[in-house]
């Protein structure tokens, strides 16, 4: 049985007109996501300071902001900007500096695109890009220039078109599903891709990157992971940056996978001032092997731009990772890992 915070009772009631046995529909949770500062600090009980209020309304025209109020539920209200939950979540005006070396394609998937919704850089599998929406906007996302851009969502051709490629390559034995995030997909659009795949004999294994568990947990309907069961071998890597995220309902839903048979694996990206402590990263590793989620990769912020404000030095990265190497089990440790800028794949 999940059990429900005073904040987010709060948070219902602050939204006004609302039953609070709604909190648990994902569709309401997504309807009621906030994209402006007033709902902002409405929901926050506070007024931001002119100054970076007037920061935060630059960067929102050039960056959509999405927050559900699941998450924005789990900010501490007590030191807010220091939050890092607010930090992940709410514009800042770093996002519209950018640095010498920074790129809007640092990963050079543009140039490994056969087809729009494909990234094939490595020979035997894909990135397949089947949504271009999230359950909320990270601050700190390296495909920024194209998520949450209401022109170029992906249509049911252009999946087609990816599915036919797909078809088409024999070499392809692993498909991950990504985007944006595949989950914000409604159960029978993502029925539909799986079972296209399924249909491929090349293809053996099918993955999902997503972050709704820990963003909008209640996304892991009963009926979605009856759909993702079907699939078997079907891998699922979810996006924790910080324990605070892992939540009674987080923790109840990775349960519900893992019940379901789903390997679950965690991909966290390094971020100043979120988790880039040693204590931090391993309470976080810690947290995620007892729900039965390995953690997979450690990522280097990306050269994007406008992630400078994000971005640690690798000596950083390298502490955090002495201080669990031999410090805790071997399988509670990530890979820590820079993706090279051009193309050059992942570099341990």
Known sequence: MMRFSTRQKEVVD???????????????????????????????GTKLETELKREQEDTLARFPMSITPYYLSLIDIGDILNSPIFKQAVPSIGE?????ADMKDPLAEDADCPVPVITHRYPDRVLFLVSNVCAMYCRFCTRKRKVGDEDCIPGRSAVQEGLDYIRRTPQIRDVLLSGGDPLMLSDDYLDWILSELRTIEHVEVIRIGTRAPAVLPYRITDGLVETLKKYHPLWLNTHFNHPRELTRSARTVLRKLADAGIPLGNQSVLLAGVNDCPRIMRALVHKLVQNRVR?????????S???????????KGIEIMESLIGHTSGFAVPTYVIDAPGGGGKVP
Do not use: A
Not at 305 to 315: N, Q, Y
């Open 295 to 303: 953690p997979y990769y450690l990522y280097q912020c990306d050269l």
């Open 96 to 100: 519209l500096r950018v640095e010498s």
């Open 14 to 44: 602050l939204i006004g007109g609302q039953e609070f046995s709604n909190w648990t529909d994902w569709k309401w949770q997504l309807r009621h996501s906030v994209k402006d500062l007033e709902t902002l600090e409405m929901l926050l």
């Open 305 to 315: 731009e406008g992630l400078s404000h994000f971005r640690t030095p690798v000596g």
